[in-house]
C-alpha cells in the first residue's frame, strides 16, 4: 500500500477505533518498561539500529500518546508515541505480532492575528482572551530580551500573528509567534520570527546568547534534525543533538552556567548530563567516557567547566559527544544558539527581511484596526477545522 493511502487509514483506524485511549507519558517511564508493562515483546527495542535506540530515550514526560485496543479492551491493536513535534513511534498489531517503525505526526495547522488592550499584563490578557496558556508564554517569551513589561499601562495594545497546530482536535507542541507588537503609549515596538531567529524593525536580533560550544577542536559528525525521510533505508529517521567526534578522554564543559540535574547512566545514551539552565532550558551530554570527580546531581556549574570526558558508552560506534539542547522539553538545534553575540541581518538577506517585516505589519495593523480577537482554545476544533491547512496525514 503506497504510504500516503497507509497514513489516511491509520488516522481513519484511530477516529473510527471503539476504544482508543490518550495518557500522559509516566514521568520515569523507559520504552522498554513500557513494552515489558503491555505485555510487547522487548526485542522489538533490542531490535533496532543505535540512532532508534537513542530516540526511544527521548520520549518526553507528560507527551500525550494513543493506545488503541480491540472491541474487548484485552489487547493493544496500535500506539502512537511523539518523539517531537514532527516524528513519532508506531506500534502496530497485525497477525498476532507486533511491528515498531518511525511516521510523521499527523496535524493540522493554522496561523491567526488578533489584537487586544492590556488590562493586567500580557500574559495574563492574552490567557483571559484565548485560555491558552503556551500561547501567553510564548508571547512574553519572545520578548523578553527587547521590552519591559512593567512600563505597560492600561489601556496600551498588543498584536499577534501567530502558527498553531491542531492534533485529533486537541492543540499540539509549542505556538510559534510569526510577527507582534506592543504599543506603549501610542508608541509601537516590533518583533518578526525570521529564519527561526528574532529580529526587530531594523533588522536587529533581539534574543540573548549564553551558551558556548561543549568541545574543542572536534568535528561535528552528525547534525539536528526532527524528521527526515532516508532515501536509502526508506523509512524516517531524526537526529535530536549534534555529535561531536572526538578521541576518548577529550575534555566535555557545561555549554553554559546551571545546575546539574542527571548524572548516571540513560539506556542508549550510555554516561549521560543533563544541566538545567534558565528560562526552561536544558543541555545533555550523551555517551561520555566518565564524568569529572564531583559531577553529581545539584552540583552547580559554571561556563566552560570541564564537566566529563567523550567516550563510546551506551549504544555507540565510536566515540563522540551527543549534545542536546532543549526548552521547555522541546529540541532545539544546538548549532542555532551556540553564538555570544547578537547579530544585525545584512545584504540581500537584509532586503529578504525589510520586505517580510513590512507584510507582517500591515498584517498586524489590519488585526488593531479591525478589533481582531482571537479564536479561544476550546473552539480551536469546531471553529478552524473546516479552514485549516492540512500540513500532515497521518495517526
Not at 484565548?130 to 499601562?153: E, H, I, P, Q, W
Not at 542555532?336 to 507584510?359: C, E, H, M, P
Request: glycine share 8%; aromatic share 12%.
Amino acid at each position: 500500500m503506497p504510504r500516503f493511502l497507509f497514513l489516511i487509514t491509520l488516522f481513519a483506524a484511530f477516529l473510527g477505533a471503539s476504544v482508543v485511549e490518550r495518557a500522559p507519558w509516566p514521568q520515569g517511564e523507559s520504552f522498554l518498561h513500557f513494552l515489558e508493562q503491555h505485555d510487547i515483546p522487548q526485542s522489538l527495542y533490542w531490535d533496532l539500529d543505535k540512532e532508534d535506540k537513542e530516540l526511544c530515550e527521548e520520549i518526553r514526560a507528560g507527551v500525550p500518546y494513543y493506545t488503541m485496543y480491540d472491541d474487548n479492551r484485552t489487547t493493544i491493536e496500535q500506539v502512537l508515541i511523539p518523539l517531537n513535534e514532527e516524528l513519532q513511534i508506531h506500534l502496530k498489531r497485525r497477525d498476532g505480532a507486533y511491528s515498531f517503525e518511525m511516521i510523521p505526526v499527523a496535524y493540522k495547522e493554522f496561523t491567526e492575528a488578533f489584537a487586544i488592550p492590556i488590562e493586567r499584563s500580557p500574559y495574563q490578557d492574552i490567557i483571559a482572551a484565548t485560555n491558552n496558556r503556551a500561547l501567553a508564554y510564548a508571547f512574553v517569551d519572545a520578548f523578553k530580551n527587547s521590552f519591559d513589561f512593567t512600563r505597560l499601562r492600561k489601556g496600551d495594545m498588543l498584536a499577534v500573528v501567530y502558527r498553531e497546530k491542531l492534533r485529533l482536535g486537541r492543540t499540539y507542541g509549542t505556538p510559534v509567534i510569526e510577527a507582534a507588537m506592543i504599543e506603549r503609549r501610542k508608541k509601537p515596538h516590533y518583533l518578526f520570527r525570521f529564519n527561526d531567529r528574532y529580529y526587530d524593525e531594523k533588522g536587529r536580533e533581539v534574543e540573548g546568547f549564553l551558551f558556548r560550544k561543549p568541545v574543542n577542536h572536534v568535528r561535528i559528525t552528525s547534525r539536528f534534525t526532527l524528521r527526515r525521510y532516508h532515501p536509502v533505508l526508506k523509512r524516517y529517521r531524526a537526529h535530536l543533538g549534534v555529535d561531536f567526534g572526538g578521541r576518548t578522554g577529550t575534555p566535555v564543559m557545561a555549554a553554559a552556567d546551571g545546575r546539574v540535574s542527571f548524572a548516571g547512566r540513560l539506556g542508549g545514551y550510555g554516561n549521560v548530563i543533563k544541566i538545567r539552565h534558565r528560562d526552561g532550558l536544558l543541555t545533555l551530554y550523551a555517551h561520555l567516557h566518565k564524568f569529572r570527580r564531583g559531577i553529581r546531581r545539584g552540583k552547580y556549574v559554571k561556563k566552560g567547566q570541564v564537566i566529563g570526558y567523550i567516550g563510546s558508552t551506551g549504544m555507540s560506534t565510536g566515540p563522540h559527544l551527543h549534545f542536546g539542547l532543549y526548552k521547555n522539553g522541546r529540541p532545539l538545534n544546538p548549532l542555532g544558539v551556540i553564538k555570544v553575540t547578537k547579530k544585525t541581518i545584512y545584504g540581500k538577506t537584509r532586503k529578504k527581511f525589510l520586505k517580510y517585516a513590512s507584510q507582517m505589519k500591515e498584517t498586524l495593523q489590519e488585526a488593531v484596526d479591525t478589533n481582531a480577537t482571537p479564536t479561544r482554545m476550546e473552539d480551536l476544533s469546531q471553529a478552524m477545522m473546516p479552514s485549516m491547512q492540512e500540513t500532515r496525514i497521518g495517526g
